[in-house]
């Protein structure tokens, strides 16, 4: 990925180089799980996925997002990525991880399943 960054999109081959031990273990999320042969289909898949994962990219990614989209306000997002990051562990399972998703969603007013959605 590194070699063909450098060659066809030298500004992710920068991101990469900026922290490789961090940039893989972002490109390892779902490795050997059913996602895995979806989620990088070409090396230019590679960059909308693991953009979010460095802080400077990230601030750019949401800087044009409008909370009105979402009909959520700043501050219950700000609450609820500030309890995600807090409890996230990158040592459960992916079923545990949804499961603790949820359950931080919901004590932040968010549905926990389309049932709860469609209430």
């Known amino acids: 990925t590194l070699v063909w960054a450098k060659k066809y999109n030298p500004e992710l081959a920068t991101l990469l180089e900026s922290d490789l031990t961090y940039?893989?273990?972002a490109m390892n999320i779902e490795?050997?799980?059913k996602k895995d042969p979806k989620r990088f289909t070409t090396f230019t898949d590679v960059e909308g996925q693991i953009m979010f994962f460095f802080d400077a990219e990230w601030e750019k990614l949401i800087k044009d997002v409008?909370?009105?989209t979402y009909n959520v306000e700043r501050d219950v997002v700000s609450k609820f990525i500030s309890?995600?990051?807090e409890k996230l562990d990158l040592d459960m399972t992916v079923e545990e991880w949804f499961d603790q998703l949820k359950e931080i969603g919901k004590a932040h007013g968010f549905a926990g399943n389309n049932g709860e959605f469609k209430e």
Do not use: D, L
Request: net charge positive; aromatic share 8%.
């Open 31 to 33: 490795r050997h799980t």
């Open 23 to 25: 940039a893989k273990a």
């Open 66 to 68: 409008k909370r009105e």
């Open 83 to 85: 309890e995600y990051t």
